[in-house]
């Protein structure tokens, strides 16, 4: 049997390893969702994350997963007459285009091989040819380690179709790397917290333009528990729609002060210290899934040149060392694998891990 009260330490791309004095602020007394305590909490909360993103726009903190804010980003911003171009390139936004239609909107997918870039060129001559309300883009594809080049689309976005809204998922990409929200002319970027954030599941964090907002008016059937304007009146208040899940919130605050501490600049630098170390590595034992100018700095997706049998690997470590990576996502089983090095995890926990696993196939 499983002896979940010794859990694995975790490099899987999430949930991540959470360390004690996180876990610590899980374990506070709760709070009254309506007391002022709460709402000062919630407001020092939503200031930092404006602060780290760069943002003076609407920051929305939800009890669900990512996956909430996929459909709330939907039912919030396109109306069901209405096209979305969805930029598929690997299980997670191929997973976004299924709930867009689930949604009950029309979607067009403009696919690329799993392991290459969405670029703005590829875009561009998709959103030329047709009428599109919004595009969906992943910005680190967790299931392959790729980062799309979102600034340069975004640029161009910007420059030629400024209409279009842009509908971004950051999942394995906030905090790890840069999100400057109001430059960049995003409309959404959500994530959840067990990512770069190293915490828990359990909370998903929206950053929400006051255009999508404004637009989310004119949208029918939004439903309850994801809607924006309901969201909004309860923001003013640093409220939260529902009950929020305020134990996560103690714990984003507290890893959002050390973030702002830090400064979000070495919080990018100690991300690509970690992945350039993870990524050499990986060329010099196996090689890289995705070309390295699009690699993702929070977790790296190894392709599994020797042939090692990648369970039985995992297996091992874990008997070991009490310690799990990623197998391949999906069809890539077996065939990559994947090690994440965001949040609270280090330089030294990544040596080690790599040293274990170099030992085992050795
Ligand atoms: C890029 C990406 N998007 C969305 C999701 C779904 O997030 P959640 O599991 O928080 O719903 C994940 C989960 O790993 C992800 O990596």
Request: hydrophobic share 40%; with cysteine; charged share 25%.
């Amino acid at each position: 049997m499983v002896d979940w009260k010794k859990p694995p330490r975790l490099f899987i791309p999430g949930p991540i390893k959470v360390d004690e004095d996180v876990l610590a602020q899980l374990a506070l007394p709760t709070l009254g969702h309506r007391g002022k305590e709460y709402a000062q909490l919630h407001g020092e909360t939503v200031e930092m994350l404006k602060e780290m993103f760069f943002t003076s726009q609407n920051v929305f903190l939800s009890t669900s997963s990512a996956s909430g804010l996929w459909e709330a980003a939907i039912r919030n911003c396109v109306k069901e007459d209405e096209t979305v171009l969805a930029a598929c390139c690997g299980a997670f936004s191929d997973k976004w285009a299924d709930v867009i239609e689930s949604c009950g909107r029309k979607v067009e997918r403009l696919k690329v091989d799993w392991g290459k870039p969405t670029t703005a060129e590829l875009l561009d001559e998709k959103l030329a040819n047709g009428n599109y309300a919004a595009i969906t883009i992943v910005y680190s594809e967790t299931s392959t380690g790729l980062m799309n080049p979102v600034y340069e689309i975004s640029k161009m976005m910007k420059e030629k179709y400024p209409d279009v809204l842009v509908l971004v998922d950051a999942v394995s990409a906030m905090v790890g790397l840069p999100v400057h929200f109001d430059e960049l002319g995003w409309d959404i970027a959500l994530a959840s917290v067990q990512k770069a954030f190293g915490i828990p599941p359990g909370l998903a964090i929206a950053l929400v333009s006051d255009r999508a907002l404004e637009k989310s008016k004119s949208v029918a059937n939004r439903g309850y528990y994801f809607d924006f304007q309901l969201w909004a009146k309860a923001a003013a208040k640093n409220q939260t729609l529902v009950t929020p899940n305020i134990p996560h919130i103690m714990a984003l605050n507290y890893q959002c002060r050390k973030l702002v501490k830090e400064g979000m600049e070495n919080v990018w630098k100690r991300h690509k210290t970690m992945a350039d170390f993870v990524r050499n590595w990986a060329k010099e034992n196996f090689g890289l899934f995705c070309e390295e100018k699009y690699a993702t700095n929070t977790l790296t997706t190894i392709k599994n040149t020797k042939g090692i049998n990648v369970a039985e690997t995992i297996k091992a470590v874990q008997e070991k060392h009490n310690t799990i990576f990623g197998n391949g996502y999906g069809k890539l089983k077996e065939e990559a694998f994947r090690i994440a090095h965001m949040g609270d995890i280090t330089l030294e926990d990544v040596t080690e891990l790599t040293g274990w696993i170099a030992e085992e196939i050795s």
